[in-house]
Structure formats: C-alpha cells, structure tokens
C-alpha cells in the first residue's frame, strides 16, 4: 500500500472515530459530569478544568485507537482491504447517522438532552436552539431578536447557525451571533458584545446555544446581573468562596473583603452585587500586580464604577498602607468591594481592624497554652481561654492583648449564649482576651461558635434534616428548611447559626405561637426575625430584643 494512501486511511478513521467518540464523551461524560460539578457548587474556573481533562481524555483515546487500526490492520504485510473499508463504511454510516440527528434539534433523541426554557427577567428568556417554527412563535410573542452562542467552528453549529440566520431572515427577527466555544475559551468578546445588547432593557431576547445548558447558563449569568426586576435594589445572596479565597463581610454586607476575582466571579459577584467602588491594595510598581490593575480597571470603565488603587506593601513584619485602607474603608458611606489577589495576613490585619482591634497590637506572636488550658485565637482582635495565673498577663500583653477581662456568665448559660454575649459588649478599640469560662471544653465550644459566625458555618456540621425535612445549604451564611424543634435549635445555636426567621403569611392565621418561638429561639443565644410575605415581596418584622443589638465584636 503506498504511503499517501496509507495516510488518507489513516487521517479519515482518525476525523471518523474522533468525531463519533467525541459526540459520545460530549453526552456521556463532560455533560453529566458539569451538571455534577455544578451541583455542587464548583466555581467554573475548575469546571472549566475537569472539561479540558476529558476533552483531553478524548484526543488520547482518539489517538489510541487510531494508532491501533494503524499498526494492527492497515501496516499488515497484506492489508485485508475489504476489512478496511468495511470498517470505514461502518464509521461512515453511523457518523452520517449521528451528524443527522445533530442537526435534527427537534427530534426526541436531542429534546430528551436539552435544557429546560426559563424566563428569569422580563427581558430575556433562555433556551435550547430554536428551530423556524420557534422562532415564528418568538416573533409572535414581541421578541426584539434572538442571541445565538452557536460556534462556527464546530461543524454542525455552522450549518444550524447559518440555517438560523436564514430563517430569521425570513420571519423578520434578528439573529445576533455571538459564538462561544464551551470550557477552552474564555468568550470576553461574545461576553461583553451581550452585556451591550442588554442595555437596551426595553427588548425582549431569546438566548440559546445548542442545548440551552452551557454556555447558555454563563451568558445568563452574566445578564442578570444589569437586569432589574423593578426600581428597589434587589438583595443579593453571596457566595462565601471564590476561586482564590474566602469572602469576609462587615456592616450587613455594606464592605466585602476577598481575593482577586476571576472572569466568572467578576461578574457574578462584582456587577450583582450592586458595589459602587472597587479598592484593590495591589501595588502598580509591581509588573506582576499591574497587569491585574490595568485588566480590572478596563471592567470597572465599562461598568462605571469607581476604581481605587490602594498599594499594601509588606516591609519587615509590617504592611505600609494597611493603616490608611482601613480607614479609607471604614469612612466610605456606600457599597465597597476590597481585594489584593490571594488572602495572606494583611486581609486577617484589616479583618480584624474592621471588628474593633487595631493595628498596633494585632498580628504578634500569641502563647497557644497557658498554664490552666488551650488559648484559641477567633480572630486577630479576640483571644478566649483560662483565667490567667500569676505573670500570665504580662505574657498575654506582649502578644499585644490590650484588655484581659473576665466574664460575668450567668449561671447554666448555653455556649451560643455567652458568644453572643461577648458580641455585644460595649465597644472599646483593642484585642481582647477573655476568660471565666466553666470549663476548658466550655470555651472550646464558644470559640468555634464565634468563628462560624465571623466566617461561614461547617456545612459538613449541619444536620441532614431539620423539622423531618431536608436542610437546603444555600451557602456557609444560609440555611434554608423547616421549622426547628427545640433540640435542634440548640444544635444549630451549637454549631454557629446566628438568627432564625420565620416566614409567615399576612393573610392567613398562625397556628404557631411566635412569642413563644422567639423565647425558645433566644434561649440558646440567636436572634429571631420574622418575615410576612406580602404581594409586593417580603416584609421584615425585627423584635426589640437585647439580643439585636450589636457591639464591637459582632458579625457584620
């Protein structure tokens, strides 16, 4: 057999069984696989990852089995011809099946696949591939135009998008192409060519990719943060957990602080979450940090949102800068988000700074033990542990502890309830440490309570099922599930919760006695809110409780 015939052998099993695996992993395993990780709550960055993984899987096994017809059947001494072709025969029937069905969006086969329409905005509904008699039923309904993600370059997208074009044509719609590649391809362009189209919020769009899943549900994403239901701001649930570190939260979410955000991130946290001002401490005279700068601010131009440079430089143990960032913080009277580009000491300095310490104090060396027990640090501005014992409390000030106070527990006091005690002590700037705890364990408990409540709950702590149902873990800040029993506020109190609300309905009586909820639900130190839904949305009712008021240490 001579070489280019044996080349053209090879190069057409290579594209025929490359395809056919690829539709195979595409619908087998990366599709079930994302829909996995996305359950899970997997940031897409890592989605993005496991998906390169198996598309790289893929070509290795295309590669594999090629190399096999290559080596077993087409380098034989006499190559058995009729096998040959039998077997390119057999790849090309199925492969001509499979492309059929591709570009048949309408059959059951590719239906059973699709995602479902939603309608999450006034503005935009998104979907799977709409065919002609789709598109004649958008047209009807007072659509402006269709989005479509599909790409070019893969082959049965570039025939369903030119046929889409065509029909648009036809019925007098406008296909807007913004292709995107899913997972090997960041899309900025097509990204940023639909956040211009959704400025004009007065038309009415239908989104699609191929299935309506994927890269559907990234442009949805990203369009529903600059769509507004109505002229209230919207509150915003947040993650708790970015790609690059944890968020931390102040004043009722007035102040986030966090890493650098990645593409997704910046646009799911950064454009939703209603900030006027990004402060980044990263430094300018740095190349590394610059780049980031420079790419951040072009974002904040587009959004029109106010960009802070505020450099932290480390030199020694010290941060030069830190100190005027959290003042600069502290005085800003409106929505701010804070970064550098990891979380290092300065974001446990200024998290510290913003819950009452100060930076003099705060960041030393602390003893771990004291004579009578364990030390546990919650924060940088708050120490718990045992009554110290005779030259201690020179030990404890070295380690920049500005106030050693004993606690006056009342008697029988659950360890929720002296957390919340202690957040809602009179301020006083400084680092604090407390003692007068019943016992060793007793202080381990209210240390990890207060942590939880600084810093997002366990979920791996949270019982399965509250109430006989199961417990919905929103995020590390938002549990949601049925009404406790009294064991079970006390082990939620156990594990960090810090308020409970009820939700009710105005029109319809009450068969539960809330008074009584709200004693059972302050008992074990959180506090109760109650919610009324209403037609116009949620009403909140606050108790006049003691325990809703806030001291230097409470979680903001």
């Known amino acids: 057999m001579s070489r280019v015939r044996l080349l053209i052998l090879t190069g057409l099993f290579m594209g025929l069984a ?39 899987l893929w070509a290795l096994t295309t590669a594999w089995i090629t190399r096999w017809f290559f080596r077993k059947i087409l380098c034989r001494e006499k190559p058995p011809l009729l096998v040959i072709y039998l077997i390119l025969g057999i790849l090309v029937l199925l492969a001509t099946v499979v492309f059929y069905f591709l570009l048949t969006t309408g059959s059951p086969l590719i239906a059973r696949l ?96 191929y299935l309506g899943k994927h890269r559907a549900d990234l442009i949805k994403r990203v369009l529903m943060g600059q769509e507004t239901e109505n002229e209230e701001t919207q509150e915003y649930i947040y993650k708790t957990r970015l790609e ?53 601010q072009k974002n904040c131009q587009e959004m029109g949102l106010k960009y802070t440079v505020m450099p ?76 110290p014992v005779a030259g201690e409390q020179d030990l404890l000030k070295k380690a920049g502890i500005t106030h050693i106070e ?25 680092v604090y440490f407390f003692y007068g705890f019943p016992s060793p364990d007793y202080c381990s408990q209210v240390a990890s309570i207060l942590y939880n409540r600084y810093y997002g709950l366990n979920l791996d702590n949270i019982p399965p099922s509250i109430g006989g149902h199961a417990v919905d873990r929103i ?39 809330l008074d009584l909820i709200k004693q059972t639900v302050e008992a074990e130190g959180m506090r109760f809110e109650l919610l009324y839904r209403t037609e116009d949305g949620l009403v909140c009712d606050r108790y006049d409780s003691p325990i809703g008021k806030s001291g230097p240490l409470e979680r903001q």
């Open 475 to 513: 995020t590390e800040r938002l549990l949601v599930g049925r009404q406790p029993t009294a064991a079970e506020l006390r082990t939620l109190a156990e594990k960090g919760v810090r308020t409970v609300v009820q939700l009710e309905e105005t029109e319809l009586p009450s068969d539960k006695n």
């Open 244 to 296: 690059r570190g944890r968020l931390c939260f102040y004043q009722d979410s007035r102040i986030i602080i966090g890493p650098y955000p990645t593409d997704e991130e910046w646009f799911h946290l950064i454009q939703r979450g209603q900030f006027l001002e990004i402060i980044a401490d990263l430094d300018p005279d740095n190349p590394g940090d610059l780049i980031w700068i420079i790419r951040e």
């Open 114 to 209: 699709q995602g479902s329409v939603s309608e999450p905005a006034e503005h935009f509904t998104f979907g799977p591939y709409p065919d002609k008699p789709r598109l004649q039923e958008l047209k009807a309904e007072g659509y402006e135009g269709v989005i479509s993600l599909l790409s070019p370059m893969i082959p049965f997208e570039k025939i369903l998008l030119e046929e889409e074009i065509e029909h648009g044509k036809q019925i007098g719609i406008t296909i807007h192409s913004l292709p995107m590649l899913p997972w090997v391809s960041e899309n900025q362009e097509s990204i940023q060519r639909a956040m211009e189209l959704a400025e004009s919020s007065d038309k009415r769009y239908y989104v699609h990719c």
């Open 18 to 56: 490359g395809f056919l695996l690829g539709v195979g992993f595409l619908f087998q395993v990366n599709v079930p696989v994302e829909a996995f990780l996305a359950r899970q709550g997997t940031s897409q960055t890592l989605i993005n990852a496991a998906m390169i993984g198996i598309i790289i």
């Open 312 to 387: 932290v430089r480390k030199q020694g143990n010290e941060y030069q800068g830190l100190s005027e960032l959290a003042n600069y913080i502290a005085d800003s009277q409106h929505k701010v988000y804070v970064h550098g580009f990891l979380i290092t000491e300065k974001n446990h300095l200024l998290d510290g700074f913003l819950r009452g310490g100060d930076f003099e104090h705060m960041g030393k060396p602390y003893p771990d033990r004291l004579q009578r027990g364990e030390v546990f640090r919650v924060s940088y501005n708050l120490f718990l542990g045992p009554r």
């Open 406 to 430: 004993e606690l006056d527990l009342k008697e029988n006091m659950s360890p929720a309830g002296a957390a919340t005690y202690i957040q809602t002590l009179p301020p006083t700037r400084g």
